[in-house]
């Protein structure tokens, strides 16, 4: 087992930036929309091979870790060149990702922001399924929408509750 020291020279060495740096980069990806996520996971896997090849005695999970860092910084970088909107000094495919990516957050954007219901009902699921699976008598959605309403101040419609549940629990 390797120490933490050890670890850490190793991704030092691959990634080449501090540990202060690693984790803005990875704030960074968090409010990234899952489309330039998933688009982030393939070049990962192109920049882990490459580290493989080149570095074969580090273990896997160092590597992983590094080209995932690396694949966010490539991305960080070309994002920090589109903020400063000097097309001028663009090709026109660098231009055309640029807009690719703002067209996928404003899509992102427009998607959660109409899900936003869904995502904090998500939140309490566990509550729901607890309360739709008691035990001698499961509750109606009407009783759970009026309990959420009670004790966590969540106003949702019965149906909304009814077809989210569907969907989910009903897949099983």
């Known amino acids: 087992m390797e120490t933490v020291q050890s670890q850490h020279k190793q ?6 930036i501090s540990s202060e740096d ?4 990875l704030r960074f990806f968090s409010k990234l929309p899952l489309s330039i996520k998933l688009e982030l996971e393939k ?4 920049i882990f091979h490459f580290l493989r090849e080149s570095s074969s005695q580090i273990d896997y999970e160092i590597l ?9 910084k490539t991305h960080y970088s070309f994002e920090k060149k589109f903020s400063t909107k000097q097309f001028q000094n663009m090709t026109l ?9 703002q067209l996928k957050r404003e899509e992102e954007k427009a998607y959660l922001s109409n899900t936003s219901k869904r ?9 729901i399924k607890l309360y739709r699976e008691k035990k001698p008598k499961a509750l109606s ?20 509750i009814s077809k989210l549940w569907r ?3 009903k897949e099983k």
């Open 141 to 160: 959605f009407e009783k759970i929408s009026t309990k959420l309403k009670k004790h966590y101040n969540f106003e949702i419609s019965h149906n909304e």
């Open 11 to 16: 991704v030092d060495k691959l990634v080449k």
């Open 93 to 101: 495919n660098e231009i055309k990702d640029v807009s690719m990516i």
């Open 64 to 72: 992983s870790y590094a080209a995932h860092i690396l694949s966010i």
């Open 43 to 46: 070049k990962k896997k192109k």
């Open 119 to 127: 995502s904090k009902l998500l939140h309490y699921w566990s509550v």
């Open 167 to 169: 969907e989910l629990e």
């Open 22 to 25: 690693q984790d803005f980069l």
